[in-house]
Antibody, heavy 124, light 110 residues
Framework: EVQLVESGGGLVQPGRSLRLSCAASGFTFDGYAMHWVRQAPGKGLEWVSSISWNGDDKAYADSVKGRFTISRDNAKNSLYLQMNSLRAEDTALFYC?????????????????WGQGTQVTVSS | SYVLTQPPSVSVAPGQTARITCGENNIGSKSVHWYQQKPGQAPVLVVYHDSDRPSGIPERFSGSNSGKAATLTISRVEAGDEADYYCQVWDTSSDRLNWVFGGGTKLTVL
């Protein structure tokens, strides 16, 4: 069974940093792209970032570009999101999701499954 | 930037058919995925590539995509279908490449 478990969320002050992790199991991790999606309280889904199977291709939403960095460690079956210069508007539940194929987009590019999420709250 | 327009809410009686649209110019040229999110739960893929259904998703869920709107159709709606539904596409229309989600549609089963 595919499992994705996010961790690393918490309460952080504006301007500070946080690193999210997503531990994957139940599939060949290095065969798939991975994604981060967030959901602010009471709001819809917002794509954050994606990374290809080998880490060579990365994509970011405009709202986080230059502040967030996605990475992966295939030896550890783990996905990461380094979040710097956090803002109040970054407050959200952050989900990691498995891609349908190796690439960030194109071909088998759906998000399935998703983890249960880790809460990030940015407040002074 | 690319915007996917969904109706905020759709209401339907049990046993009837619900149709949720996802609109934008030229969406017919894109591949659309649909997700279901029940309260307090993570999203679940229900339709991919416009009209394909993942294993484990009931045949009552189907999708189509043509012209200016993609549509998720739920036949013989059940109380357990009550959820938020989101469409998703990969946007290559601008100089930025990014995934886009629709604003979501709350399906209420009367």
């Amino acid at each position: 069974e595919v499992q994705l478990v996010e961790s690393g969320g918490g309460l952080v002050q504006p301007g500070r940093s946080l690193r999210l992790s997503c531990a994957a199991s139940g599939f060949t991790f290095d065969g798939y792209a991975m994604h981060w999606v967030r959901q602010a309280p009471g709001k819809g889904l917002e794509w954050v970032s994606s990374i290809s199977w080998n880490g060579d291709d990365k994509a970011y939403a405009d709202s986080v570009k230059g502040r967030f960095t996605i990475s992966r460690d295939n030896a550890k079956n783990s996905l990461y999101l380094q979040m710097n210069s956090l803002r109040a508007e970054d407050t959200a539940l952050f989900y990691c999701a498995k891609g349908g194929g190796r690439a960030v987009a194109g071909g088998r590019d759906w998000f399935d499954p998703w983890g249960q999420g880790t809460q990030v709250t940015v407040s002074s | 930037s690319y915007v996917l327009t969904q109706p905020p809410s759709v209401s339907v009686a049990p046993g009837q058919t619900a149709r949720i649209t996802c609109g934008e110019n030229n969406i017919g040229s894109k591949s659309v995925h649909w997700y279901q999110q029940k309260p307090g739960q993570a999203p679940v893929l229900v339709v991919y590539h416009d009209s394909d259904r993942p294993s484990g998703i009931p045949e009552r869920f189907s999708g189509s995509n043509s012209g200016k709107a993609a549509t998720l159709t739920i036949s013989r709606v059940e109380a357990g279908d009550e959820a938020d539904y989101y469409c998703q596409v990969w946007d290559t229309s601008s100089d930025r490449l990014n995934w886009v989600f629709g604003g979501g549609t709350k399906l209420t089963v009367l």
